[in-house]
C-alpha cells in the first residue's frame, strides 16, 4: 500500500503519529515540555496559598500563589526523597508547602524552611534545598508555564498566532479576556489523539454533517468550502434572524465592554498552540484547554467567559450560551472518537487525505508541529 498522492487531495499525518506511544513521547519533550503550555487561570489561585497541580509533558508541576501575590511554579518534587507535594489537583496549602512524607516544609516561594530533627542538620545550606522553579507567565487571565530553561517570552509565541487569525492584535484586545470571569465549565474526557482534535477544530467541512446548531447559527459554516484559503480574518456572521450565539438564538447578554459596534455577531475560532482554543463571540469568549494525556487520550477543559457582573448578578440566563458551544464540543470530541481506533487500521497506515477546505489551516498545523517535533521520530 502507498501513501495516496493526489493534485486535488494531500496526505494526513501518517497513523503512527496517532499510536506510537514513542511519538506521544517525542511530543512530550519537544513539545509541551519547551514551549509556554496553558494551565489554568489566574483566578483559580484568588489568595496566597491557594494552588493548582498541572502534568506539564512527563512533569508535574504546581503553581501557588505567594503571600506577594505572585504566582510562582514549582516541579512537584520534594528535595528530601522525591514524594509529590501535592496530591490534589487544586486547594489551599496555607503558609506554607509541607511534603506528605516526612514534613520537610517550603515557603510559598519555594525556599526550604525547615525539616523535623533540623538541630542535626543545622549546618545545611537551605538554599541549595529549595523547589525547582519553572517559568510562570499570565496573559489576558491565562497562566502558562514553560519548562525550557531559558524560554523566550510568552507573548512573543503568542501574538503570531492572534495576528495570524485576526490580522490585528487590537482587536483581540477589545474582548478583554483578562476581565472575564467564568460563568461556565465543562471537563471531557476524550478517548483520542489531541491532534484528531485540533484538526477537527481547524476545518468546517464536518459543521454541515454534524453540527446542526451550530449551522444553524452561524450559516457560512454549513458551506463544505469554508475554510478554503484559510480562516476570514472579518469573523463569520450570526444568523439574521438570531439574537446572539446561544443554543435558541434568544438570550440576550450585554456586549462585551471594549468591543466596538463593528465587533458584534461576529464569532472567531482559533488554536493557540500548543494547547489552547479561544472562540470569540461579541457577549462571551470560549477557552479550551487541552491535557494530552496518552497517544489515545485528551483531557479537556471548556469555560465560558463572561463580564464579572454579568456572572455574578445572577439576573442573566448564561446557560443558554453555554449549551450551544457544549454541543459543538460534544459532537466534535465524538467525531475525534470515532476516527481514534481506526488509526492503527491496515487500512489507514498511510493516513487520510485532506480535502481543499481542509488544507490551508491543517497545513500550517501540520508544519508547525513537525517543525516543533524535529525528524528524527
Ligand atoms: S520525601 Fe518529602 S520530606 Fe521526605
Ligand atoms: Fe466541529
Redesign the pocket.
Known amino acids: 500500500m502507498t501513501a495516496i498522492q493526489d493534485s486535488v487531495l494531500t496526505p494526513t499525518l501518517s497513523s503512527r503519529y496517532y499510536t506510537d506511544s514513542a511519538v506521544f513521547e517525542a511530543e512530550n519533550e519537544r513539545i509541551f515540555e519547551r514551549q509556554w503550555y496553558y494551565v489554568g487561570r489566574a483566578d483559580d489561585l484568588p489568595a496566597p496559598g491557594h494552588f493548582l497541580r498541572r502534568q506539564v509533558g512527563r512533569e508535574t508541576v504546581i503553581l501557588v500563589r505567594g503571600s506577594d501575590q505572585t504566582v510562582r511554579g514549582f516541579l512537584n518534587v520534594?528535595?528530601?526523597?522525591?514524594?509529590q507535594?501535592c496530591l490534589a489537583d487544586s486547594g489551599d496549602m496555607g503558609k506554607a508547602i509541607r511534603?506528605?512524607?516526612?514534613?520537610?516544609t517550603y515557603g510559598l516561594d519555594g525556599k526550604l524552611i525547615t525539616?523535623p530533627n533540623w538541630q542535626a542538620m543545622d549546618s545545611l545550606d537551605r538554599g541549595q534545598y529549595g523547589l525547582h522553579t519553572v517559568h510562570v507567565e499570565q496573559w489576558e487571565g491565562l497562566l502558562w508555564v514553560n519548562l525550557a530553561p531559558d524560554p523566550a517570552p510568552l507573548i512573543d509565541q503568542l501574538r503570531p498566532q492572534i495576528e495570524a487569525r485576526l490580522a490585528d492584535y487590537a482587536k483581540f484586545e477589545r474582548y478583554g479576556l483578562g476581565g472575564l470571569k467564568v460563568g461556565g465549565r465543562v471537563e471531557y474526557d476524550v478517548a483520542a489523539n489531541w491532534k484528531l482534535i485540533y484538526e477537527n477544530f481547524q476545518e468546517c467541512y464536518h459543521c454541515g454533517t454534524i453540527h446542526p446548531e451550530l449551522v444553524r447559527t452561524i450559516p457560512e459554516f454549513q458551506s463544505p468550502a469554508m475554510g478554503t484559503g484559510g480562516y476570514d480574518p472579518t469573523g463569520y456572521a450570526i444568523a439574521d434572524d438570531l439574537a446572539s450565539f446561544s443554543l435558541s438564538g434568544d438570550t440576550v447578554l450585554p456586549r462585551l465592554p471594549h468591543l466596538l459596534p463593528e465587533d458584534d455577531r461576529l464569532f472567531y475560532g482559533m488554536v493557540v498552540r500548543p494547547n489552547c482554543f479561544i472562540s470569540l463571540v461579541s457577549d462571551h469568549v470560549v477557552v479550551h484547554r487541552f491535557e494530552p494525556v496518552a497517544h489515545d487520550r485528551t483531557t479537556a477543559v471548556c469555560e465560558w467567559l463572561f463580564p464579572a457582573d454579568v456572572v455574578e448578578s445572577g439576573d442573566y440566563e448564561l446557560d443558554d450560551a453555554v449549551e450551544l458551544f457544549s454541543k459543538v464540543n460534544e459532537q466534535d470530541f465524538d467525531a475525534a472518537e470515532w476516527c481514534q481506533p481506526n488509526m492503527a487500521s491496515r487500512a489507514y497506515r498511510h493516513g487520510g487525505v485532506l480535502v481543499p477546505s481542509e488544507q490551508t489551516q491543517i497545513g500550517v498545523f501540520y508544519q508547525w508541529y513537525l517543525s516543533a517535533l524535529g525528524d528524527e521520530t
Open positions: 520534594c528535595r528530601h526523597r522525591g514524594a507535594l511534603c506528605p512524607y516526612h514534613a520537610w525539616a
